[in-house]
């Protein structure tokens, strides 16, 4: 059987086309007649809602194929009935919604039709609706259930728009962003990371001890990339002197002192299921931008010694680096050099940043004055014509110069790509 929807139908037509899908499904034939009757008289369109809402609890019954389209038919009919009504909808979609959720993995249909559905419903609902919220928590629930990791991305994106928008609690802001994160982390261990930075990032008011463990051990742990902690704020950890201290050293970037960390607290770490090979490796990596900082070639024996690589395995070390541009540069096989065109800093500020940075904002406190002095001037002047302030001027000459600069960016990244290729 064929199943169609047009939103604009009468609700006569979709209810009796509801009555006979379902009449189809469970070898009945009273449904059309019921229907028929609650049709017949104005006064009976809250019955008929009273019986579609009932029979959503048979749901689970339905074959594969007819359980989206008939799902979707009946969410038109609550929609025409809540507004013929006038009554709220989101009472009728509450009921619907918990009925659909309790069908089980077990049954004929599917776990992905039943998130369809479940999809269909919240893109259904304002964007302010707290309904949301409990159609969320039950995708999660389903994705959870049946490990359908695969579609847990696509949700993360617009995550924290939606859970602002409908005015979720702290609680329910927190529970729904840790079970995101937890289930992306199966699926995508960076992009679960990133997600639970931006987290921390605006909600860290509403995180314990456990949660930042939480977070600081999935980054130790994901993959070999190396995730910069430089820009959070994770002095919580203060609290575990094993982790904080991990933290710093991370941070730094020290290799040897994270040996001898390693050395002196390795059960420790193995309690917290930190994964040591794989950190070990990842600090080797990124270390490679400390030791490479400010130098144009490095010998074969210079990095083998400072970052306890062996020769054997230091091209295949180098090539991931490149691969993983932490590092730019070109390998000399015969002369056992890397020549460095361009190298990535991680987790460092030296002098000579923070004098481009005091740059910057006296720069900027600058602009600021000549732009309160134009506005006075303004205020003095009104109605005259005046030239454009120093602040403006400047505006556009930088403006000039910021493309000449990206144009010369681009020039040496496409170099960059072409020593990459010839590696």
């Known amino acids: 059987m064929a199943f169609s929807i047009v939103l604009d139908r009468f609700l006569n037509d979709s209810a009796l086309e509801l009555a006979a899908s379902l009449d189809l499904e469970f070898k009945s034939t009273n449904l059309q007649t019921t229907f028929q009757s609650y049709l017949d008289q104005e006064d009976q369109k809250q019955e008929l809602l009273n019986d579609i809402l009932k029979l959503t609890n048979d749901y689970s019954k339905l074959s594969d194929k007819a359980f989206e389209p008939i799902c979707n038919l009946t969410l038109h009919l609550l929609d025409i009935l809540s507004t013929e009504l006038e009554i709220e909808i989101d009472s009728s979609l509450s009921t619907y919604l918990i009925n659909l959720c309790q069908i089980q993995s077990s049954s004929l249909i599917k776990s992905n039709s039943i998130i369809s559905i479940l999809s269909n419903i919240f ?68 992009e679960s990371i990133e997600l639970f930075k931006s987290f921390i990032s605006s909600k860290s008011e509403s995180l314990q001890l456990n949660d930042y463990k939480n977070f600081f051990i999935k980054s130790l742990n994901c993959n070999n990339n190396y995730i910069d902690l430089n820009s959070l704020n994770l002095n919580s950890l203060q609290q575990d002197q094993i982790l904080f201290e991990l933290l710093n050293i991370y941070k730094s970037l020290d290799l040897e002192s994270y040996l001898l960390f390693i050395e002196n607290n390795k059960n420790q770490l193995i309690n917290y299921n930190i994964n040591i090979d794989n950190l070990t490796y990842k600090l080797k990596i990124a270390s490679i931008t400390k030791l490479a900082s400010n130098k144009t070639q490095l010998s074969y024996n210079e990095i083998s010694s400072n970052l306890h690589i062996s020769l054997d395995e230091l091209e295949l070390f180098l090539i991931n680096c490149i691969k993983l541009k932490l590092i730019s540069g070109r390998l000399n096989q015969d002369k056992q050099i890397l020549y460095l ?33 134009f506005i006075e001037l303004l205020q003095n002047k009104k109605g005259k014509k005046i030239s454009p302030p120093q602040v403006i001027q400047i505006y556009h000459q930088q403006k000039q110069e910021l493309k000449g600069i990206k144009e010369q960016l681009q020039q040496e990244k496409d170099k960059v790509l072409e020593t990459s290729t010839e590696v």
């Open 341 to 373: 065109h361009k190298v990535v800093k991680l987790n460092t500020i030296d002098i000579q940043d923070w004098k481009l940075i005091n740059e910057d904002l006296s720069n900027w406190s600058n602009k600021m004055t000549d732009l309160k002095q």
């Open 123 to 190: 893109n259904f609902l304002p964007s302010s609706s707290h309904l949301r919220i409990e159609v969320l928590q039950n995708i999660l629930s389903i994705i959870s259930r049946d490990n359908l990791k695969k579609l847990i991305s696509p949700l993360s994106k617009n995550l924290n728009t939606w859970l602002n928008n409908s005015n979720a609690t702290e609680d329910e802001f927190k529970s729904i962003y840790i079970q995101t994160i937890e289930l992306l982390y199966l699926e995508n261990q960076l």
